[in-house]
């Protein structure tokens, strides 16, 4: 018999140092594009791009890998950004009207930005409201020494850089008005101050544009006007011509005007020429416009905006014209800001401008200007993920080489508007190592798309687009028919970008996806219950689908399904491009969206899960295998479907009516008249909820109805070679978990690859599991004799993993909401559990096992298995004794959608949405990091005095909180701590994943488990009741503790 004692929790020291040597917490990377961006500077000799957001949030990208990023104190947004050229600082404005300057900072690791100061415009006092010194426009001289900012009130003022001291130059609306012809003045203001424009030739004078129309060329030297320009239109925007002998204005009219600069005419009445590009009929206005040359003569002319108000004043639209030249992008998502990238040295004589760079609401656009046609350049960082909703990701790591080519050449072959030429913004350095491994994140989509990304390193870079909705019959050829009628229309609009927020079909949406990296087999599954089997293929394809039906309801009668209707396939043979080509589609019936999929590769077999049941289908001889219901007789609402607009309501009713039943329950016990004992029972609970308050318990867990809603909903699903017909044979297996905490698993009959077209493959079903708690069962995974995770399809037979062992006894990890539990198999008894814990209730959201290398030695790792709850902590535990390891809160709780898409990988990583467009990647592991490594060379002539303060790049949506194994346990202040166990230093008993016999944590309450076992014999039935009845002195059953 096992002896045990008790002693006071304590840490082990060996054990603590492997712990830091196995993991570290740390946010890495952001991938994918910022959200609500807001501003855009570029730095044309640090070759350095920088983003502002309506968050607070700077953003710094240069050549692919180099990035970093700061973070406002006060969450503001950034209205305005600015590089001080070539000294590697920022200037932001933010709506609070608040000046900061930011610096890019030297690290052992790498360079990083830091605030160094900030400064607000005083008013003068009894003169300017608050309003009249809101900033409107900032130019940082070239010189880097001097910042001229413009206000609402008229007024520029000065300040010297990069000190923020406030020069006595202001320059006040009264000062101009005073030589301003009489005619022109009307008694009106000037109005705010819209464009400050530094004279490309004489860097003291700045050309300063007023809201109302009027343009003045100011001399900082001698403080008095050069030239007077009497517009008449209201002013955008203004841009110099590289010579300086003339400039180029933009107005609300949706036209811009031509304005020569000569000494000989101090005021200019009329422009040079003035053109409405879009007229006659009215405009919007002209919000910005470049006027660039070029060595081949007519310069280029670049204008967002000024699109005819009644036919595309909804378009957000940029035109570039050069000659007879004319192309108008049209974007999906309102242009932010662009500029071009082209030659700044002042002893050339033209711009010759290579590139132009467009920042949208919802992506980055880059237009290769040198070569015909203007075709676009592919960005490899700041890739719209969310081009359409991400719905679902899967992320594969270790891809094998031939794999990742095949998929990176069908990526290819599908730019058609594409050019290679090399990436315009390529400041900095990358220091980052090449990954040792190639990751792929696959995020499927709601207008059915599945997108392949390049996980491997820092920038999130699209590989390939898969899409699904070609295979049925959609609105989606009407469409393609009206934009190709409509192209010869005026304007001459190209559309670019792939930002496309909308669904031709909801019930396109890809709901799960699975990938075999060995076999190019990938399955995915919709929101209308489509599961697509695709192969791939390096030549196109023009071939038939086979399309097969399973009804997962299996003639239940008392069920209607009042959901959307299943989507209709295509008839004939569809063209498909390289790639995944689908070959077959399975449809299951009622058409509900699918919650589980899996795949196994050498078996030719997938399953899949909805709310209703599961199937397993055999896709080499296109046939059903199995298809199992599993709804509650009172699982109506699974027959609504996700867009019924009476579930909620029907939901809401239903709790109600069941509180209210419950307090007149609870109503009924309570003892009504006063006496000792109802007294002395009072103080017990409120010490009791007093000791609630100091000390962590675990938590009471409140069995569940069985007649809970969507009780039928498979949450997962698994394949496994291992025991469950008895201890001596192994063989396939598949396992489902339901929303009822319901396991099932069947033994499989599959036939040798040599057989596969004869003989079909048979299902039995072997065990049934009942949790007690009836919590959802999350995640199902079967370890071997060892406690280690089994290999993936291919990875024995092809000599890529260890193979299992097979001579001890296999168990299965069951993950519920409420706890983890390792039963030994095939007689499915309860070895170990662990029950999560929190005063405010946690459950589960996301499980994975992972492989945790250690920094101190490469042949050392332990397998862990990690979870994510609601509260939005990570856990880890070790396996198979549920040893908990550390614990680190990452994502807040109230960010329900961040916690739901989180994706772990097999090395300790992870992946969640921090907005629609943004995933936050971080490491669990001490060995695994992917993060920037990367460093800025400047030269920096003004020294700053020592920062006020210094801002580490925030994390965007958590902290990082490492706890000891105090603050990790579930249980009191004793644990229960086993003879058997050795010192650490022992190699057999150093990890976690040890196979010593652990005993059932019986810690808390126990739980009894409900297992119908179907294939043993009637003697092995008899011969186990027998000895059970005789041991426990109990009623003959098949019920375990």
């Given at each position: 018999m096992m002896k045990f004692r008790f002693r006071r929790q304590g840490n082990d020291p060996q054990r603590e140092k492997i712990k830091q040597d196995l993991f570290a917490f740390n946010k890495t990377v952001e991938h994918g594009f910022p959200n609500q961006p807001s501003a855009l500077a570029y730095d044309p000799k640090l070759q350095l791009m920088a983003i502002g957001t309506k968050s607070g949030a700077i953003k710094v990208y240069g050549f692919p890998g180099v990035e970093f990023t700061g973070l406002h104190k006060d969450t503001a947004t950034v209205t305005q950004l600015h590089f001080l050229h070539g000294q590697g600082r920022i200037l932001s404005l933010l709506d609070d009207n608040t000046l900061h300057l930011w610096e890019i900072g030297q690290r052992e690791t790498g360079s990083h930005l830091e605030e160094v100061r900030s400064f607000t415009i005083p008013g003068r006092s009894g003169i300017e409201s608050t309003s009249a010194t809101r900033v409107t426009v900032l130019l940082p001289k070239l010189s880097c020494d001097l910042l001229a900012v413009g206000t609402e009130g008229g007024g520029v003022h000065f300040l010297e850089l990069p000190s923020f001291t406030l020069l006595d130059k202001s320059l006040f609306q009264d000062e101009i008005m005073q030589s301003v012809p009489e005619e022109y003045k009307c008694g009106k203001s000037l109005g705010p101050v819209e464009s400050l424009q530094e004279h490309p030739q004489y860097p003291d004078k700045i050309l300063i544009g007023y809201s109302r129309g009027l343009v003045v060329l100011w001399d900082l030297?001698?403080?008095?006007?050069?030239?007077?320009?009497?517009?008449?239109?209201?002013?955008?925007?203004?841009?110099?011509?590289?010579?300086?002998?003339s400039f180029v204005s933009s107005h609300s009219d949706g036209g811009y005007m031509v304005w020569s600069v000569s000494s000989s005419t101090p005021c200019t009445h009329e422009p040079v020429t003035s053109t409405i590009t879009y007229g006659p009929f009215p405009c919007k206005a002209v919000n910005k416009i470049l006027w660039r040359t070029t060595e081949s003569g007519a310069p280029l002319v670049l204008f967002s905006?000024?699109?005819?108000r009644a036919s595309y004043g909804d378009r957000h639209c940029l035109t570039i014209l050069q000659d007879s030249q004319h192309v108008t992008l049209d974007f999906t998502s309102r242009v932010i800001d662009f500029f071009t990238v082209h030659c700044t040295d002042r002893d050339k004589d033209f711009d010759d401008p290579s590139a132009l760079v467009v920042l949208l609401e919802e992506e980055l656009v880059v237009i290769d200007l040198q070569t015909a046609g203007w075709p676009t350049i592919p960005a490899p960082y700041l890739a719209p993920l969310h081009s359409s909703a991400i719905t679902c990701s899967y992320h594969i790591s270790n891809v094998p080489t031939k794999l990742w080519e095949r998929v990176v050449c069908a990526g290819q072959q599908q730019g058609t508007l594409q050019t290679h030429t090399n990436w315009p913004i390529c400041g900095g350095k990358n220091f980052a190592p090449d990954p040792k491994q190639q990751e792929l994140l696959l995020t499927g989509h709601e207008d059915g798309t599945v997108r392949f990304w390049d996980a491997s390193g820092v920038s999130l870079r699209p590989l390939y687009k898969l899409s699904t909705s070609n295979i049925f019959q959609t609105d989606c050829d009407h469409n393609d028919s009206l934009n190709q009628a409509s192209e010869e229309e005026w304007p001459p609009f190209r559309k670019v970008g792939c930002f496309d927020p909308y669904s031709d079909d909801p019930r396109l949406g890809i709901q799960k996806i699975c990938l075999c990296k060995y076999s190019g087999k990938l399955v995915v599954a919709g929101t209308a219950g489509q599961v697509i089997v695709l192969y791939l293929s390096d030549e196109k394809s023009d071939h038939m689908i086979d399309v097969a039906t399973l009804d997962l309801l299996q003639d239940r009668e008392g069920f209607t399904w009042k959901g959307h209707d299943r989507l209709p396939p295509k008839s004939g043979p569809v063209l498909f491009a390289p790639g995944f080509q689908p070959v077959v589609l399975v449809q299951c019936m009622p058409p509900a969206a699918v919650t589980a999929v899996t795949l196994h590769a050498e078996w030719n077999l997938i399953a899949f899960g909805t709310s209703h049941g599961f199937g397993l289908f055999d896709y080499h001889r296109r046939s059903p295998v199995l298809a199992r219901c599993t709804l509650h007789p009172n699982d109506s609402l699974a027959m609504e479907g996700p867009l019924s607009r009476v579930k909620s309501l029907k939901k809401s009713l239903r709790q109600s009516f069941r509180r209210i039943r419950k307090s007149r329950v609870s109503g009924k016990k309570r003892v009504l008249v006063s006496s000792p004992s109802s007294k002395v029972q009072e103080a017990n609970a409120q010490l009791a909820e007093q000791d609630a308050e100091v000390t962590p318990v675990q938590r009471r867990i409140e069995p569940r109805s069985a007649d809970d809603s969507l009780s039928g909903v498979v949450r997962c699903l698994c394949f496994a070679d291992t025991f469950l017909r008895d201890?001596?044979?192994h063989g396939p297996t598949m396992w489902a978990g339901t929303n009822s905490g319901c396991?099932?698993?069947?033994?499989?009959?599959?036939?040798?690859?040599?057989k596969f077209s004869e003989q079909s493959v048979?299902?039995?079903?072997?065990?049934?599991i009942q949790l007690m708690h009836r919590a959802p069962v999350v995640s199902i995974a079967v370890l071997d004799g060892r406690g280690n995770p089994l290999p993936e399809p291919y990875e024995v037979s092809r000599d890529l993993a260890k193979a299992p062992d097979m001579q001890g006894s296999h168990s299965v990890l069951i993950a519920s909401e409420e706890q983890f539990k390792v039963f030994m198999l095939p007689k499915v008894s309860a070895k170990t559990k662990f029950k999560l814990t929190a005063h405010e209730g946690c459950r589960v959201r996301k499980v994975a096992l992972v492989n945790f290398c250690s920094v101190a030695s490469?042949?050392?790792?332990?397998?862990?298995?990690?979870?994510?709850?609601?509260?939005?902590?990570?856990?880890?535990?070790?396996?198979?004794?549920?040893?908990?390891q550390v614990r680190y809160d990452c994502i807040r709780k109230e960010d329900i959608s961040g916690i739901a898409s989180c994706v772990f990988t097999k090395t300790g990583q992870g992946f969640y949405l921090i907005s629609p467009s943004e995933y936050e990647r971080f490491s669990l592991s001490a060995r695994v990091i992917t993060e920037p490594l990367c460093q800025v060379e400047f030269d920096r002539p003004h020294d700053s005095s020592e920062p006020s303060f210094c801002a580490v790049s925030p994390q965007a949506n958590g902290t990082h909180k490492a706890q000891s194994m105090g603050e990790s346990r579930s249980a009191g202040d004793a644990e229960?701590?086993?003879?058997e166990v050795s010192p650490l230093s022992s190699p057999a008993l150093d990890s976690p994943n040890s196979s010593a016999d652990i005993t059932l944590d019986t810690t808390g309450e126990l739980t009894l488990e409900d297992v119908k076992d179907f294939l043993v014999t009637v003697d092995e039935a008899e011969n186990n009741l027998r000895n059970r009845s005789e041991e426990d002195g109990r009623p003959s059953g098949i019920l375990i503790n």
């Open positions: 030297q001698s403080r008095r006007v050069d030239n007077y320009f009497l517009g008449k239109q209201q002013l955008e925007s203004l841009v110099w011509e590289r010579s300086g002998n905006g000024g699109m005819p201890g001596t044979h396991v099932y698993a069947y033994a499989l009959d599959v036939p040798s690859q040599e048979e299902a039995l079903l072997g065990k049934e490469e042949d050392y790792s332990e397998n862990g298995l990690v979870c994510l709850t609601n509260l939005g902590d990570i856990h880890v535990f070790s396996i198979p004794a549920l040893r908990p229960v701590v086993f003879d």
